[in-house]
């Protein structure tokens, strides 16, 4: 769920980034042995005066095996 608002890079590791997903409520996340992403980074945000938080999705090509 990709909008306007979205950085250009991710605001938490300053890397590029696949996809943008935002939630307001409970969630789950499991990256073992993911093929498409390697790393999810959560940044919190306020949407019409209700918390969220957002990820920002980063594939294994984005981020490098070491990081």
């Not at 969630?27 to 990820?55: A, M, S």
Request: glycine fraction near 4%; aromatic fraction near 8%.
């Amino acid at each position: 769920m990709s909008d306007a608002t979205d950085p250009e890079l991710c605001p938490v590791c300053s890397t590029p980034y696949d996809s943008v997903s935002l939630h307001d409520r409970g969630l789950l996340v499991n990256l073992l042995d993911n093929e498409r992403y390697r790393r999810v980074c959560f940044e919190p945000v306020e949407r019409d005066g209700r918390p969220h938080v957002r990820f920002f999705h980063h594939t294994h090509e984005q981020v490098g095996a070491d990081d």
